[in-house]
């Protein structure tokens, strides 16, 4: 039996925890449940290399209907925010010029994730803090149809906040080290 890589098994770690289990994303349980979930580990450091890489995993989705949804995790590089925005911002920018544009949308995790506006510090940030960087795809036919069965969907990220608020850095850091250590 092949043992899954480290990084995947903290990746899918901190779905079962953080996303499922403080319901950060209430379509997650489903998949983790139905095991729809494609962990795929990059090496790529430079940037075109982890874009092709990227839209490979695209294309990987595509021939592959019965997995919903990929997670490409980096284990080498973008370490630094900044360049893991420079990677997402190029992403989207080659989303929306190619075959792909209303096919697949990114949602973006990584380690020092903040939000403009917010403290660097502040709890909610943890939202979106991943124990590596991640940029996940979703299928976008997907995500309309389960935000439409979903009561006031819009709601999510603000409940979401309040949630990280009230239970506080501390908590989302001890959790992550956690992970980390496994």
């Known amino acids: 039996m092949n043992k899954e890589p480290r ?6 770690q901190w779905i079962e925890d953080i996303i499922v289990g403080l319901n950060f994303c209430p ?3 489903k998949e983790l449940v139905n095991d729809t979930i494609y962990y795929y580990l990059s090496h790529q450091k430079k940037l075109k290399l982890a874009l092709t890489e990227l839209f490979e995993q695209c294309h990987y989705l595509q021939r592959n209907i019965q997995i919903e ?3 490409v995790i980096f284990d080498q590089g973008f370490k630094s925010f900044e360049q893991y925005l420079e990677l997402v911002d190029y992403a989207n920018e080659l989303l929306i ?8 949308q990114f949602a973006t995790f990584h380690p020092d994730y903040y939000f403009d506006g917010v ?3 502040d709890a909610e940030n943890y939202t979106n803090r991943s124990p590596y960087p991640v940029i996940h795809i979703l299928r976008e ?6 935000l439409s069965t979903y009561k ?25 080290k956690n992970i980390k250590q496994s």
């Open 152 to 176: 006031n969907p819009e709601n999510i990220p603000d409940n979401n906040i309040a949630l990280a608020q009230k239970k506080g850095k501390s908590y989302f850091e001890q959790v992550l």
């Open 69 to 71: 949804t990929s997670l």
């Open 119 to 121: 403290g660097i510090d």
């Open 141 to 146: 036919e997907s995500l309309t149809r389960v």
């Open 7 to 12: 990084e995947i098994s903290q990746t899918r």
């Open 97 to 104: 010029d190619s075959e792909y544009d209303g096919v697949f």
């Open 27 to 29: 379509f997650a349980k």
